[in-house]
């Protein structure tokens, strides 16, 4: 494990559906707003009942959009968080992706987009951010992109899962001598 995460326990929701996602359009960091399923996953994914101190999110359109819905009925700080925005794309945001789903989680450490971030880059930028809002907040939730949350879950060293659009996962440190986590997620759980 390159970086650790503070040991505390944190939400992240990735942003509701965009046009590009049903497309199957790289976005990055291309501002890219909702499509109206992504608003209605939104809608669907409001937060009511929670332990959240403090939200941050990525400063992207349709992370903007998905924390406004989301957040509506909570009083707690928002705050926009630019190390968590969604990676670096370079010459591949706006164009379809030419890797499939499941090539990428094989190989996105080493995948090395032109004129884009790297993975260690990306990841050590987002790490910052996720310390950053857990050194601020005693619980807090991160609405961010799935990149985002492939950063965290290859910090915390937990087998890599896919996250749908607006899936909200809480994360709990289980054992800190061993550095063990888990995710619990709305559906199931996974370590």
């Not at 349709?62 to 009925?73: D, G, L, P």
């Not at 965290?152 to 054992?175: M, R, W």
Request: glycine fraction near 4%; proline fraction near 4%.
């Amino acid at each position: 494990m390159q970086h650790a995460i503070i040991k505390k326990a944190f939400y992240f929701m990735r942003h509701g559906t965009t046009e590009w996602n049903i497309k199957k359009i790289c976005q990055g960091q291309a501002d890219v707003p909702l499509h109206a399923i992504g608003v209605e996953e939104a809608h669907n994914a409001i937060i009511t009942q929670h332990d959240i101190t403090d939200v941050f999110y990525s400063p992207l359109q349709r992370t903007v959009e998905t924390t406004r819905i989301v957040t509506q009925h909570m009083t707690c700080p928002k705050r926009e968080m630019i190390d968590i925005k969604a990676r670096h794309f370079g010459d591949l945001e706006g164009k379809p992706w030419v890797i499939s789903s499941e090539e990428l989680a094989k190989t996105y450490k080493t995948f090395e987009p032109t004129n884009g971030e790297l993975w260690l880059q990306f990841s050590t930028r987002v790490l910052q951010g996720i310390n950053a809002g857990l050194a601020r907040s005693e619980c807090p939730l991160f609405i961010a992109h799935s990149e985002v949350f492939r950063a965290i879950v290859d910090a915390l060293d937990i087998e890599y899962c896919s996250i749908n659009n607006c899936d909200l996962i809480k994360f709990i440190p289980t054992n800190t001598l061993n550095n063990s986590w888990k995710a619990i997620h709305h559906k199931k759980d996974f370590e």
